[in-house]
C-alpha cells in the first residue's frame, strides 16, 4: 500500500473537508519527505509499508472528494510509482519490502 503526495491545494481542503486547522493535519496525518530536493508532503501509514491514515476498510478512502492528486492517478491497493521506485531505485530496499511483505505489512 502506499499514499499519494499533496500538491497544490490539497493541503487546504483536506483540512477543511475534515474540519481541522492545517496545522492540525500535518501533526495528526502527514508526514514531511524529501523529494530530490523539493519539500512535499503525504499522508502517514499506520504502521511501515502499511496502509495510508486516511483509509479505512469499510469505505476506503476517507477524504475521498478531495485526495491527493496523486491519489487520484493510482489507488490506496496498488501505489505504482513505489513499484516503480522498488523496480529501478531501491534495490538496496528489495530486501526490506521482501521482510515487510513477509510480515504482512502490506
Ligand atoms: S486514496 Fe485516500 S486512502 Fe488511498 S492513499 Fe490516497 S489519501 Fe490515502
Redesign the pocket.
Known sequence: ????FLAGNDKKLIAKFLKISEEQLEKSHLEKVDMNGVEAWR?KFKKPFG??????EEV?????PV??E??RLA???H?ATQEFYKKYYQKEQKELWKIAEEIGGK
Open positions: 500500500m502506499g499514499s499519494g499522508p496502509p495510508c491514515t486516511f483509509y479505512k476506503h478512502c476517507i477524504i475521498h485526495k491527493p496523486l491519489c489507488n490506496c491497493k501505489d
